[in-house]
Antibody, heavy 117, light 108 residues
Framework: QVQLQESGPGVVRPSETLSLICTVS????????WAWIRQPPGKGLEWIGY???????DYNPAVESRATISVDTAKRQFSLKLTSLTAADTAVYYC???????????WGQGTMVTVSS | DIVLTQSPATLSLSPGERATLSCRAS??????LFWYQQKSGQPPRLLIF???NRAPGIPARFRGSGSGTDFTLTISSLEPEDFAVYFC??????????FGPGTKLEIK
């Protein structure tokens, strides 16, 4: 059974860069879109972007200029870098899988990221 | 971008009652509409894919319907564990995913 686990810092300073990693255990790492989604406290969900195992990526235009998603197939990991952070980037960040369904059937537990000095 | 709206924002019902949640798209998306349930402190859980198909392990009391721009999630008889926030999500060309703002289903 596929499981996802996010890792990264809990607090990041304004204007700095957030780096998160999602480790995929169990199941196949190929044939799926691997996505980052975030949720500000008490608010809704926002898709950030995804990568395919061949390195193809796509991003939400709202964050496209600041986001980079990459994949390391050998380590079964994919990562998110988000630059020029502001308080508006404070959120729970989830990694998730879309196995060609058009929706996210497997999610990590999420990691809370607070942007604060 | 295609925008999803959900109504009502909050729905107050009692266990055993029927819940009807609405999701509307700003333009037609065919059947590319999905529903999630999210409980406090947990990630969302996929309930319905392609507007009307239950995801594996989802009880039969959850039913999705609709196509085009208007979609409905119906919970036939509420169980205590069904009180949560429900989000709809679309699949489109660009951007490929979008979420509605959510409906909070609370105990009356």
């Amino acid at each position: 059974q596929v499981q996802l686990q996010e890792s990264g810092p809990g607090v990041v300073r304004p204007s700095e860069t957030l780096s998160l990693i999602c480790t995929v255990s169990g199941g196949s790492f190929t044939g799926s879109h691997w996505a980052w989604i975030r949720q500000p406290p008490g608010k809704g969900l926002e898709w950030i972007g995804y990568t395919f195992n061949n390195g193809q990526t796509d991003y939400n235009p709202a964050v496209e200029s600041r986001a980079t998603i990459s994949v390391d197939t050998a380590k079964r990991q994919f990562s998110l870098k988000l630059t020029s952070l502001t308080a508006a980037d404070t959120a729970v960040y989830y990694c998730a899988r879309d196995e060609a369904l058009g929706a996210f059937d497997i999610w990590g537990q999420g990691t809370m990221v607070t942007v604060s000095s | 971008d295609i925008v999803l709206t959900q109504s009502p924002a909050t729905l107050s019902l009692s266990p055993g009652e029927r819940a009807t949640l609405s999701c509307r798209a700003s333009q037609s998306i065919g059947a590319s509409l999905f529903w999630y349930q999210q409980k406090s402190g947990q990630p969302p859980r996929l309930l319905i894919f392609d507007a009307s198909n239950r995801a594996p392990g989802i009880p039969a009391r959850f039913r999705g319907s609709g196509s085009g721009t208007d979609f409905t999630l119906t919970i036939s008889s509420l169980e205590p564990e069904d009180f949560a926030v429900y989000f709809c999500q679309l699949r489109a060309d660009r951007p490929p995913y979008g979420f509605g703002p959510g409906t909070k289903l609370e105990i009356k």
